[in-house]
């Protein structure tokens, strides 16, 4: 069973931002190299310790200008959805694994 991803729509570019989803960087970046760096759309080698600090600075800019609970993690938001829905916890792991090919 294949999962429905909603449509992105976004109605203006200069509007302000109410809510944001954002992904703290995890152990899994490490897996770029300077093979594979373009197949994961980088440029260039990064360093996890550091992205991880631009990134808790850039999440901290962005709760003073929405408020803490405007800004939601994607790895809370998987596992909200994986304890309330075991149909979606289910499909997304087949779809892991035909992507991966397991």
Not at 15 to 41: M, Q, R
Request: overall charge negative.
């Amino acid at each position: 069973m294949r999962i429905m991803r909603p449509r992105l729509q976004v109605l203006s570019e200069v509007a302000p931002l109410k809510k944001v989803i954002v992904h703290f960087p995890d152990d899994g970046i490490e897996i770029v190299t300077p093979s594979n760096a373009l197949e994961f759309l980088y440029d260039d080698i990064v360093y996890l310790d550091r992205m991880r600090k631009e990134h808790t600075l850039f999440w901290n800019v962005i709760e003073a200008f929405i408020g803490r609970n405007n800004v939601y993690d994607t790895e809370n938001l998987l596992f909200e959805v994986f304890e309330k829905n075991k149909v979606a916890r289910v499909n997304l792991i087949d779809e892991i694994c035909a992507h991966e090919k397991l």
